[in-house]
């Protein structure tokens, strides 16, 4: 089936089977290999990048599904040879060891600012929309999805931390 993805800005046309997960959509047909697979079924956070502005795991999901969205991936986070202030806060911080998790650790937490910035969406419990910033038990929550298997946890917490408003 051919299918348009718009992805990072840019438009790509693809003809990809139908079962195609967006992850492999991204990585095997348009050599976006920044979202990464770690466990394929929704449990490390290896694959998160954003839909519409909103943190997704690309595994669970089938491309056929996002014609009219916008994808982020790591890809498309800072610019050509320079880093976004959240990337750096990643490097100054040491927010990781192997890097396998780091982009959807990035993405992830880009999301999650992004949303603070929005206004937190009033559907995940009512202490953690009371709270008026970024503790660390708020970070922790919110960054639960993804996984490091290095755990580099206290680097990525310092990281987001300094990047958050
Ligand atoms: Fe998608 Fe692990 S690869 S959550």
Redesign the pocket.
């Known amino acids: 089936m051919e299918i348009t993805l718009n992805v990072n800005g840019e438009s790509h046309r693809l003809d990809i089977d139908t079962r195609t997960t967006l992850?492999d959509a991204l990585r095997n047909h348009l050599d976006l290999t920044g979202s990464?697979?770690?466990?394929?079924?929704?449990?490390?956070?290896?694959?998160?990048m954003l839909v519409n502005g909103r943190r997704i795991?690309?595994?669970?999901t089938l491309a056929v599904m996002h014609e009219d969205d916008e994808i982020t991936t790591i890809e498309g986070v800072g610019q050509p040879g320079a880093l976004s202030p959240l990337q750096k806060a990643f490097v100054k911080h040491d927010g990781y060891q192997c890097g396998y998790c780091t982009p959807g650790q990035i993405m992830s937490a880009k999301g999650m600012i992004d949303e603070f910035n929005m206004g937190w969406p009033s559907n995940v419990t009512d202490d953690l929309t009371a709270m008026p910033d970024f503790s660390r038990t708020e970070i922790k929550e919110r960054m639960s999805g993804n996984l490091c298997r290095c755990s580099a946890y206290p680097g990525i917490c310092a990281a987001i931390t300094e990047a958050a408003p």
């Open positions: 992850l990464k697979k770690g466990c394929d079924h929704g449990q490390c956070g290896a694959c998160t795991n690309g595994c669970l």
